[in-house]
């Protein structure tokens, strides 16, 4: 009993000690020291024949802006593919959408496997501008184009389960 009556006042005097110092860190003023005066002076600069300094025009920059700083060789990319006048010979085999983006499932002819392309994707030149539900658009050079699903090619139904009987 005598040992839980310490314990009890033993916690009592810490928290009596903790919500001195917390009222003292409250009340206690905060000086800000004020800043040192120094006197900064500013450089000024002319050129070596006392004429301002222009600046050139951005024409001028022009060479720097083809030799892009991140690029390792230091070349620029190289323009696409060129689009050719008629759309890519591609079939439109799904379309999977969420809410945050919209994908168009494509396949070449003489492909086995489909492509999956979003807004803005590239393929044989042309651009994905755009993916409905029933349609994606492409778009090269002024020239649109609009890839549907194929009527003529309507999913094929399930086999009904074989009926057995007892």
Known sequence: MIARRHLVLGFAGFDVLLGAGLLFA???????????????????????????????????FAEIAQRPLFSPSRIGAAAGPAASAAPPDIHLVGIIADKQQKLALVKASGESLAVALRVGASIA??????????????????????IRFDPNKASKPAAPAPVTSQ
């Open 26 to 60: 409250l009340a206690a003023p905060i000086s800000v020291p004020d800043p040192p005066d120094i006197a900064i002076r500013l450089k000024t600069f002319q050129s070596a024949t006392g004429s301002p300094v222009v600046t050139p025009p951005p024409e001028a």
């Open 125 to 146: 030149g042309w651009r994905v501008t755009a993916i409905e539900s029933d349609r994606m658009v492409l778009e090269a050079g002024g020239n649109r184009s609009e």
